[in-house]
């Protein structure tokens, strides 16, 4: 089997280069957004389950120069993809990978080791995909191998009490992804991502904490394009300039 080419690209107006698969499943824009939607204090750890090359872990280094961050990817490429990367963005002090499949449960020193808990999960359940997709690089990265109650637990395990945990999913499995989030975690906070202001949201970003119940608040969203195509001023700011997602109604989350 020919293995594809990689690529060089560049994250966040430049300030991030990632070396990635020339095909099969690529960062997108999720993974930027993803990582401006996660918060970190002086000190405090966050792990990137299902991590892939890096592209949530890397920019949330690049954004938060304090953030000690860990990849965690069943993929040994993706993981040496994400190695070489943090070695030429020069993060090797604070960022770390290690290759281990969530299916096979939490390592004991994974278990509440991390303030803030991210991931860009699998968003496909195998009964919805399509066959045809299944066999190919995309396919395997985005259909799920295992249920996402499962890939949940094992975030939330990782992750201290009272810590955080923030994914990004598609918005037409909001119902179930709330469903799930309520029995380990409270303080919901929902911010839907919409491609135009006058379209249904595609994508949703979800905070949470781990042991803690309080209402779920929908947030105010993020609109991606202008009419023209281009990104709107708010998005640019965050896919291109680095700043960070803001969940309105209220502080800055820790």
């Not at 202008?226 to 969940?247: M, N, V």
Request: hydrophobic share 45%; with cysteine.
């Amino acid at each position: 089997m020919t293995v594809a080419a990689e690529t060089t690209d560049r994250l966040l107006g430049g300030r991030v280069e990632i070396r990635q698969p020339g095909s099969g499943f690529r960062v997108s824009v999720d993974a930027v957004l993803l990582a401006a939607a996660v918060s970190l204090g002086h000190g405090q750890r966050a792990l990137d389950v299902g991590c892939g090359a890096g592209g949530a872990t890397l920019c949330l280094a690049s954004r938060l120069p304090q953030a000690e961050v860990l990849g965690v990817d069943r993929d040994a490429r993706m993981s040496e993809c994400l190695r070489a990367n943090i070695s030429a963005n020069k993060f090797e002090d604070r960022v770390a990978v290690e290759t281990m499949d969530v299916a096979h449960g939490v390592p004991g020193h994974l278990r509440g080791a991390f303030d803030h808990v991210f991931s860009n999960p699998p968003y496909l359940p195998a009964h919805r995909a399509d066959s045809r997709t299944v066999a190919d690089a995309v396919g395997a990265a985005t259909i799920e191998s295992l249920p996402f109650a499962d890939w949940l637990s094992f975030m939330a395990a990782c992750c201290r009490p009272k810590g955080r945990l923030t994914i990004v999913h598609r918005a037409d499995r909001l119902e179930e992804l709330l469903a799930g989030i309520a029995k380990l975690a409270g303080e919901i906070r929902v911010l839907p991502i919409w491609p135009r202001a006058d379209a249904p949201a595609k994508r949703v970003i979800i905070t949470a904490r781990v042991g803690v119940q309080t209402p779920t608040v929908l947030c105010p969203g993020l609109v991606l394009h202008a009419p023209d195509g281009a990104y709107t001023l708010a998005a640019r700011e965050i896919i291109e300039g680095g700043s960070s997602l803001a969940f309105g109604g209220g502080p800055d989350l820790v």
